[in-house]
């Protein structure tokens, strides 16, 4: 299907979580399927650490399928016949939204001068844009892993904006296994000679070692032993036998390598440095005074969390934290852990329990 | 989408009969939703824990708000006197400690509703006395070994175990074929049993 691209810029400035405020921020954007005349119909759909707004349509550097297409469609558990299906680019990533590659006032990019944001702050955009639409209400906030933190963080903050919040394979703190492994990605781009303190904007060395290795450690976070041994095993790559050398030996090193050097040709290392800070600063009970039941105080919104079994980046006890806290605020939630193999990418793959949950959660 | 009342099970039609409407209900081992969904019809807030994953994904299909968990482990995560009514049908032979089960029932519940099958009915004791084999009727419908069942009760066990832990028994109910029978006698008659406790 085709997407219908546009770049909403904010008409005020955007309050930033770390002081300040970020002036003339533009919000990249795709809609699918039609508002009614109520604008009651709205899903927005919040992407995970390193998508797009390309939710549903051909990405336009890679040529691959939206990400969630298979989810987001007409007739799809995401129904675009029935609901009007909003998915936008946070700030602080580079498809389009304000982010360390766009040009600050003064005519140069920002940068590392571009402040650092957190989940609130990219949610505030977000509802920035959904004033720009003038929708007051969403019919339903969805998001998995990154995009959940969002869902949440709406939830919690703008409890008015969304009667339905489904956050798949999602956490409400990043712990510090997570900060570790995000730490180890941004080391790696800091540690790559190009990368030259984020001054790389127009220059024909890029830190794409960096951000390559950065990718690939976060890749295996994303996926299962069990998925991996399935898929790769030890199985050797188009050689009969080790070379005993440091060529990609193995299948799974050829794939890593391969994830690595594809996503450099569509992704800023520096956002990827401001977007893993973003999640690493996520806590949503911190915000507000400790107690996370009090983030859900006099919600009004149905919720569903689901998990999956194999997914140790963020474990079903993440979810089940955070079933617990929208137990104990009275909130109507529902919650299911389901089995797969694939780790924490499951809800991106085929899973048909997952797609009649999301249907019958959306439409019940 | 609701299931007609004459559908549900005969305990759970005297517990939807028997909840008032609008009142707040926590429905744990709910199943595929059954009760849960003629309560809702009824204008009341329900809530469900249930163990299996397929059911859980059936009764959010259904638009009900169902935790998957086990009760055994997750009841505690519910906080005191959230609900009006916590139930639980059929599920308290195969909890873990059902006395503790039931101290959570009163903590989580300001009222609760239990139903069993009575281990004492005459079938039962006719298989138990003459055969010497663990019964297996209609009520206790799996062999000994693979039975879900690792507490069996009795109407007689369950009066003591509600007084001991301080619960008034504001009804009680008993069936045998489907058919509401009389209280007297029930220890021995009944093939299943329903009670509504206060605390």
Redesign the interface.
């Known amino acids: 299907m085709t997407g219908n691209s546009r770049i909403c810029r904010l008409s005020q400035p955007l309050p930033l979580d770390g002081g300040g405020a970020l002036e003339g921020v533009e919000i990249a954007y795709q809609t699918y399927g039609e508002l009614d005349g109520a604008r009651a119909n709205a899903i927005l759909v919040c992407h995970a650490l390193t998508g797009d707004q390309y939710l549903a349509d051909t990405h336009p550097v890679t040529g691959k399928p939206g990400w969630w297409e298979r989810m987001v469609g007409p007739g799809k558990p995401i129904d675009t016949s029935r609901h009007f299906v909003i998915c936008a680019n946070v700030i602080g990533s580079c498809m389009g939204s304000t982010g360390p590659a766009s040009i600050a006032p003064d005519g140069a990019p920002y940068a590392m001068r571009f402040p650092v944001i957190t989940i609130r702050d990219m949610v505030r955009g977000l509802v920035g844009l959904l004033d720009a639409l003038r929708i007051e209400r969403l019919h339903a906030v969805v998001g998995g892993s990154m995009g959940g933190m969002q869902a949440l963080s709406l939830a919690a903050n703008w409890p008015e904006r969304a009667g339905r919040v489904l956050v798949i394979a999602s956490t409400s703190r990043h712990s510090a296994q997570n900060i570790a492994f995000h730490e180890l990605g941004r080391q790696a781009i800091m540690a790559d000679p190009n990368w030259r303190r984020g001054e790389y904007y127009g220059s024909d060395a890029q830190p794409v070692a960096g951000l390559a290795v950065a990718r690939m450690a976060a890749h295996v976070t994303y996926l299962s032993e069990e998925g991996l041994t399935a898929k790769f095993g030890r199985n050797l790559q188009d050689r009969p036998e080790k070379s005993f050398g440091f060529d990609a030996d193995f299948q799974v090193e050829s794939y890593l390598r391969y994830q690595g050097s594809g996503f450099t040709k569509r992704f800023d290392a520096n956002s990827y440095l401001y977007i893993t800070r973003a999640m690493d600063y996520f806590d949503l009970a911190e915000e507000h005074g400790g107690r996370l039941a009090d983030a859900f105080a006099g919600t009004a919104a149905?919720f569903?969390l689901v998990s999956f079994d194999s997914d140790w980046l963020y474990p079903t006890s993440e979810s089940?934290h955070v079933?617990?806290a929208l137990?104990?605020a009275?909130a109507?939630?529902?919650?299911?852990?389901?089995?797969a193999p694939h780790g924490h990418d499951s809800f991106l793959l085929e899973h048909e329990?997952l797609d009649?949950?999301v249907?019958?959660?959306l439409?019940? | 989408m609701a299931e007609p009342r004459s559908a549900l099970r005969p305990d759970l039609a005297v517990i939807a009969d028997h909840v008032p409407p609008g009142s707040r209900v926590l429905d744990i081992g709910c199943g595929d939703g059954a009760l849960m969904a003629a309560l809702r019809a009824r204008g009341c807030d329900v809530r469900g824990i249930e163990i299996d994953p397929d059911s859980v994904e059936r009764c959010v299909a259904q638009g009900l708000s169902v935790v998957q968990g086990d009760a055994d482990n997750h009841l505690v995560d519910y906080p005191d006197g959230g609900f009006d009514y916590a139930v639980l049908s059929q599920t308290l032979q195969t909890t873990a400690r059902p006395d503790r089960m039931l101290e959570q029932l009163l903590r989580v519940g300001k009222r609760a509703f239990v139903s069993f099958p009575n281990f004492a009915q005459w079938r039962t004791r006719a298989a138990l006395m003459f055969g010497g084999r663990m019964p297996v009727t209609r009520a206790l419908p799996v062999s000994w070994y693979a039975t879900a069942n690792i507490h069996h009760v009795t109407v007689a066990d369950f009066r003591e175990l509600a007084q001991e832990k301080g619960a008034r028994i504001e009804g009680e109910w008993f069936f045998s074929s489907e058919r509401r029978i009389a209280a007297r006698g029930a220890n021995i008659r009944a093939e299943f049993a329903v009670f509504e406790l206060g605390r």
Not at chain 1, 332 to 339: A, I, K, M, T
């Open positions: 149905r569903c089940r079933v617990h137990n104990a009275g109507p939630v529902s919650f299911v852990e389901l089995s329990t009649r949950v249907r019958g959660f439409d019940g």
